[in-house]
């Protein structure tokens, strides 16, 4: 009968069961890094739309942008949303939250910006599309996983040392 055997086994356990006891935990500080990476390049998107006035019609639309005041809302508004844990995978939202300051007859509290921000991505029937979430994601995904893949290294050396 054959015999194996692995020196330092018990050590490689312990490290293994504080890993598995801390997982969550050093995911969630991973995807955090990295949507703060994303979040980052959409302010960046926000504070680029251009500001436009008056009203546009499905004859004569607006061209793509925002008002001062959407602007502000949008990002004011921006956030990131508490970490999740759906069904083992560890996520969070970036997204628009609150209400800017221009009130309208069907929002006198002022308008949802995540109904304004919709509406400047992907345009309305009296206003031109000016996507600006797209592409900031997709200019922030490589740096973001790489924050991502540093911040589980960091993590996982701490809570094996």
């Known amino acids: 009968m054959a015999k194996l055997s692995f020196p ?25 890094e990295g949507a703060a990476i994303v979040a980052d390049e959409i302010r960046k998107g926000i504070e680029g739309l251009p500001i436009v006035s008056g009203f546009g019609t499905e004859e004569k639309p607006l061209p793509g942008g925002v008002t001062q005041s959407q602007k502000k809302g949008l990002l004011n508004g921006l956030g990131i949303s508490n970490i999740r844990n759906d069904y083992g995978y560890i996520n969070v939202k970036i997204g628009f939250d609150d209400y800017n300051s221009t009130m309208t007859k069907k929002y006198p509290n002022g308008q949802p910006n995540a109904l304004v921000a919709r509406g400047v991505e992907g345009g309305t029937s009296w206003k031109q599309k000016h996507p600006f979430v797209r592409p900031a994601v997709n200019r922030s995904r490589k740096a973001a996983e790489k924050a991502m893949q540093e911040a589980l290294d960091r993590e996982i050396k701490k809570t094996t040392q």
Do not use: D, M, P
């Not at 069961?17 to 995911?27: D, Q, Y």
């Open 8 to 32: 330092g086994l018990s050590e490689y356990e312990l490290v293994l069961s504080r890993l598995g006891e801390k997982t969550e935990e050093i995911a969630g500080k991973a995807v955090y």
